[in-house]
């Protein structure tokens, strides 16, 4: 599953959290991102965001998320227009 490897990969240098976004509209990616654990953080214009706390032992299989904001100043974002990418907040 390419989700599962990209969520380890960002375990893997160091990424505590993982933020995305998709269009509010494609229920199926709405539910797909929710059924894995994401959580939605807010709206905006025809977007929903999501995030992901990675502490937890299994980042694909969990039911909630613990709440926090370390990041380590990088996000991994996905975005079915964008692609996913790596970004440096520091």
């Not at 969520?7 to 929710?34: C, K, M, N, P």
């Not at 995030?51 to 996000?75: F, H, M, Q, V, W």
Request: aromatic share 8%; glycine share 6%.
């Amino acid at each position: 599953m390419i989700l599962k490897a990209l969520l380890r990969q960002a375990e893997g240098i160091g990424i505590t959290r993982v933020v995305l976004e998709t269009t509010a509209s494609w229920h199926d990616a709405v539910r797909f991102y929710l059924r894995h654990g994401f959580e939605v953080t807010h709206y905006k214009d025809d977007d929903v965001y999501f995030a992901l706390d990675l502490r937890r032992s299994d980042p694909c299989d969990r039911t909630e998320t613990e709440k926090g904001s370390d990041t380590n100043g990088i996000r991994l974002v996905i975005s079915p227009r964008r692609g996913a990418r790596y970004i440096n907040d520091c």
